[in-house]
């Protein structure tokens, strides 16, 4: 990537406005700034007010782009769909069982390689009954061939939503994406922020890359989604090729995402680790492993024991999907044990989803490091700086060699 | 209905659970729940033998309130979550609670084809004309021009959907409107609509206080609807074309179409069915 053409980042942050606002309204703020097309919506907590601010900039002229206040998720999602086929840069946010009931439009998205954009605001899943933030919604849906990335802060938000269009739309990857936010934590939570200035968004976004690969080309009109294999069609063949191409622009994105967020660091002056990030690792003998807003009480957490003299880092995965297993196996390289802390369920393994993921990774790592998982933070659950404290001491444990626990630490039991 | 057949006398509070209402002061939702427990009161129902079932909702809350079997379901599917659990146990008497939004919008298939499938039961919809839950957004009954949400500020600019003329025309056995503000006329008609067989909907205006305050004016709008039931669906069909919405407190249809059960026993031997394919020879 060049940036010979690009303002320096002292030039371009000195354009952007600094506000104080909530994870919702960041998300709102940054859809804005991307320009979308087309916009559908159906209320669901806690992602309403995020959805109220995306009606509120188009109704003051803030934003032109059409909305679609649909009867329930499902149509949501089939609605972009819509606007996708005909060209559109589309957006919505859902979570927890708007989400489950967006499945079906869901799975065929990644399928039909439309590069929607939507915010998970997560939320834990029902039943028993609770409106709280927890990733089991996000997380129960990552293998349908949807980029996921998850944010930290509320600037991580407003600037993964942006570079979001970037990576979707990117002709390597064609795949839609997903921004996770953390129900309540981020959603409601507000802190200062920089925005950034359109002119310079718009320079970064440039136009929309059309999906010609299923669009209104006047040239060519076509019937998008063949029948295959057993139902007629052009056979097994046609299918494999689908699924095939899906695993390669998952593949892809994880150096687009590199290289987008490369750019927007050249040019608005803030990073983040697109796929990985390392607090701390580099000199330590064990870590903990985080994922979204849960990572500062644990960092805070990490710089406490480090006082104390416990030699512990911290792995935070950004980009769940496509899991990065080449730089987790880099990261992990680093370290002999190993607590991952999972604000889901992964009900098949009896741990967290991302201990089971990562256990994949350390198989590729080539070297026993011990691991454990860890359930913290379901339906709304604090997790807070002694129960990272609890993770850190299990974890430095297992230095020692002893057994490796097989059950899960439920970090909420009593809380 | 055998199981109204009931010779112990209840009370009202026997239907009630312990559990306090956590609507805001003045919802219209505080007189559904006093008429649902009247009504099962005056059919002395024993509590086990009823079943309340929900979607998501303020309104939907109604089930955790009452002390019979209840469901508080997903978004949207009370209907055939209902229709399950009446076929399944056709003894139970099966009320179905929820809102517009639940019922009319994410909810909108089922409630077609539970008119067209006419299962007994009793549909108990609160009309506020808004999301109450989700803080204020409009739904399928709002007027197209009400700019009081944040969603579509400038209105949803989409024609309201009409829960008597849609229940008529897709099959309801059972159709009334009654408001909040008149709590022994509600009960009496969810005592008839129960009593009734086949599918009943009974629409309740049910002000909504927090995000349509202006509902509260309501009481003073509604007016008792001037006609009795009729089982003719075409006369029930004129009196609709010229309703505003406030007419309540009367059954403005009551037909006459067998509720669909399905047969009790099995529509086929497997034996038959082995014969039939020539299974083994
Ligand atoms: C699948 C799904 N989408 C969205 C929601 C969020 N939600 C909960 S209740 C509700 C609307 C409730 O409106 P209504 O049925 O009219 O009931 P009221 O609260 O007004 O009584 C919505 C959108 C949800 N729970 N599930
Ligand atoms: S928000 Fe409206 S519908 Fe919900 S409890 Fe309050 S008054 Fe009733």
Redesign the interface.
């Given at each position: 990537m060049t940036t010979a053409t690009l303002e320096t980042p002292r030039e371009a942050a000195a354009k952007q406005k600094v506000i104080l606002c909530e994870g919702n309204e960041a998300a709102a703020l940054a859809v804005a700034l991307a320009r979308p097309d087309m916009v559908a919506v159906y209320p669901i907590t806690p992602q309403s007010s995020l959805v109220e601010h995306v009606a509120k900039l188009i109704a003051d002229g803030k934003m032109d782009a059409d909305i679609v206040d649909a009867e329930g998720e499902h149509s949501v999602l089939s609605v972009l769909q819509g606007g996708a086929l005909a060209g559109a840069r589309t957006y919505t946010a859902t979570c927890g069982p708007g989400l489950a009931f967006m499945f079906e439009p869901y799975f065929r998205t990644s399928g039909m390689r439309l590069p929607i954009v939507m915010t998970i605001v997560t939320r834990d899943g029902i039943t028993p009954q609770s409106v709280w933030g927890g990733h089991q919604d996000a997380m129960t849906v990552r293998e349908v061939g949807w980029v996921q990335m998850y944010c930290e802060t509320v600037q991580e938000v407003l600037d993964t939503t942006i570079m979001a269009f970037k990576v979707a739309e990117h002709h390597d990857v064609m795949l839609p994406v997903n921004i996770c936010l953390d129900g309540n934590y981020l959603s409601y939570g507000a802190s200062r922020v920089e925005l950034p200035d359109q002119a310079e968004v718009d320079a970064f976004l440039g136009d929309k890359f059309v999906n010609w690969h299923v669009a209104l080309d006047p040239q060519r009109p076509m019937a998008v989604d063949p029948l295959t294999g057993g139902s007629g069609g052009k056979g097994p063949s046609t299918f494999v090729r689908y699924r095939k191409g899906q695993c390669k622009g998952m593949q892809n994105a994880l150096r687009v995402i590199e290289e987008v967020h490369e750019e927007w660091a050249q040019r608005f002056g803030r990073s983040f680790a697109p796929l990985v990030e390392e607090y701390r690792l580099d000199d330590a003998e064990f870590a903990i492993m985080t994922l979204g807003s849960m990572t500062g009480a644990a960092k805070d957490a990490i710089d406490e024991a480090r006082e104390a003299g416990k030699k512990v880092g911290l792995i935070k995965i950004k980009t769940f999907s496509p899991f990065p297993v080449e730089a987790l196996v880099r990261s992990l390289a680093k370290v002999r044990a190993l607590g991952v802390v999972d604000r889901s369920v992964g009900f098949r393994w009896n741990c967290g989803p991302m201990f089971q993921e990562t256990l994949g990774a350390l198989y590729r790592l080539g070297r026993h490091v011990p691991a454990m998982s860890f359930i913290g933070g379901l339906a709304g659950a604090d997790l807070t700086i002694p129960h990272f404290h609890r993770v850190i001491d299990a974890t430095e444990a297992l230095l020692q060699g002893g057994p490796v626990p097989t059950e899960p630490v439920w970090l909420n039991e009593r809380d | 209905m055998d199981n109204c057949a009931v010779a112990q006398k209840m009370s009202p509070k026997d239907y009630k659970s312990d559990v306090k209402p956590i609507w805001c002061a003045g919802c219209g939702d505080f007189s559904v729940l006093s008429a649902i427990t009247k009504a099962l009161a005056a059919l002395s129902l024993p509590p086990e033998q009823v079943a309340v079932v929900s979607g998501?909702g303020c309104s939907s809350r109604i089930p955790a309130y009452t002390s019979v079997y209840g469901f508080?379901g997903?978004?949207?599917r009370a209907l055939p979550i209902a229709t399950g659990l009446k076929i399944a146990r056709p003894d139970l008497t099966v009320l179905v609670t929820g809102g517009d939004g639940d019922g009319f919008?994410?909810g909108?298939n089922h409630f077609l084809h539970a008119c067209r499938r006419n299962v007994d039961m009793t549909y108990v919809v609160m009309d506020n004309q808004v999301?109450g839950?989700?803080?204020g957004?409009?739904s399928?009954t709002t007027a197209p021009d009400w700019e009081g949400s944040?969603?579509?500020?400038?209105g949803?600019g989409i024609n309201p959907f009409h829960p008597l003329v849609v229940a008529l025309a897709a099959g309801a056995n059972f159709i009334a409107r009654c408001s909040s503000s008149d709590p022994n006329n509600v009960a009496q008609i969810i005592a008839e609509g129960i009593r009734h067989p086949g599918f009943s909907l009974i629409q309740v205006l049910s002000p909504c206080v927090t995000f349509r305050p202006e509902q509260k004016d309501w009481k003073r709008m509604v007016r008792t609807a001037v006609v009795d039931a009729t089982d003719d669906p075409a006369r029930a069909a004129r009196r609709l074309m010229t309703d505003d919405g406030f007419n309540v407190g009367k059954v403005l249809y009551k037909g006459s179409r067998e509720p669909f059960r399905p047969g009790a026993e099995a529509c086929f031997q497997v034996d038959d069915l082995e014969a039939g394919f020539a299974v083994g020879q």
């Open positions: - | 998501i508080h997903v978004h949207g919008s994410i909108g999301y839950m989700t803080k957004q409009a399928p944040k969603l579509t500020p400038e949803a």
